[in-house]
């Protein structure tokens, strides 16, 4: 069905795919800084390529943030969805309970009809807590799942609106002023080349494990996140992007 579907922004998608090397590439109308209903497309476009690409037995990764929340709230049974599980990428990164990953894992299993496994570490973990919660037989079990994902579903977000929101210390700012932070996923933080300047310490998913995983998603919409989306891609490790309009135009731009 989706793939029947004619995109108004077929040409714009496959420029955007030529020149961010990717595989796929998904437009909808608008500007998400805008509108609130064009994360709602994005989200819809999401779980409709989901749909698609989902099989028996699989494990989907996600991640935090409003566009993940919004994905969540979009979901629809999906066939396949009975025998798969959702899980967290990564463990808590300061985020409101709303937008944690395991919130959104919990609601897409429910609204998908899927299972889930959610993944119980504070957030942020210390040097001592990191090391001995991954020696935790139940941490270890579901971390296994994680590793082992062959979707992931996560955003990009602009690094000092998400230090922020997470309420990063005066210290963590710094570091991220020093590093010219840019970009924010699964809580790395990367500089306009697309370089780590700064990691929150949590158990889960590293950004080196996307290349394993057959389906890498990126939901990241609105103007405001196109610096972002161009230094998070830098990196290449995914490599599916669903964006807005008003992004995609600035991206071909830069
Ligand atoms: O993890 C958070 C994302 O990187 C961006 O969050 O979807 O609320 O903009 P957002």
Not at 44 to 73: H, R, Y
Not at 117 to 131: A, F, G, I, K
């Amino acid at each position: 069905e989706f793939m029947n579907e004619i995109s108004e922004f077929r040409v714009l998608e496959s420029q955007i795919k030529d020149k961010l090397q990717l595989e796929h590439v998904i437009i909808v109308a608008g500007n998400s800084d805008n509108q609130p209903s064009v994360k709602q497309e994005l989200g819809k476009a999401c779980v409709q390529f989901l749909s698609t690409i989902i099989t028996s037995e699989q494990t989907i990764a996600v991640t935090g943030g409003t566009s993940m929340a919004e994905v969540a709230n979009q979901m629809k049974p999906i066939e396949h969805a009975a025998s798969c599980t959702f899980v967290p990428a990564r463990g808590g990164l300061g985020e409101q309970v709303e937008n944690q990953a395991n919130s959104i894992c919990a609601q897409m299993a429910k609204k998908g009809k899927g299972n889930y496994r959610m993944l119980y570490v504070p957030d942020p973990l210390s040097e001592e807590t990191y090391h001995s919660i991954i020696e935790e037989p139940a941490i270890k079990d579901i971390l296994e799942l994680i590793h082992d994902a062959k979707i992931v579903l996560h955003s990009i977000g602009d690094a000092f609106t998400m230090a922020k929101r997470r309420k990063a210390s005066e210290q963590v700012l710094n570091e991220l002023r020093r590093g010219n932070a840019v970009s924010e996923a699964f809580g790395y933080y990367l500089n306009e080349q697309g370089e780590v300047v700064y990691k929150v310490r949590t158990v889960g998913m590293q950004l080196e494990e996307l290349e394993k995983a057959q389906y890498v998603v990126a939901v990241a919409g609105g103007t405001s996140k196109v610096k972002a989306i161009q230094s998070y891609f830098k990196q290449g490790k995914s490599n599916v992007l669903i964006t807005d309009e008003a992004a995609a135009q600035e991206l071909l731009k830069g």
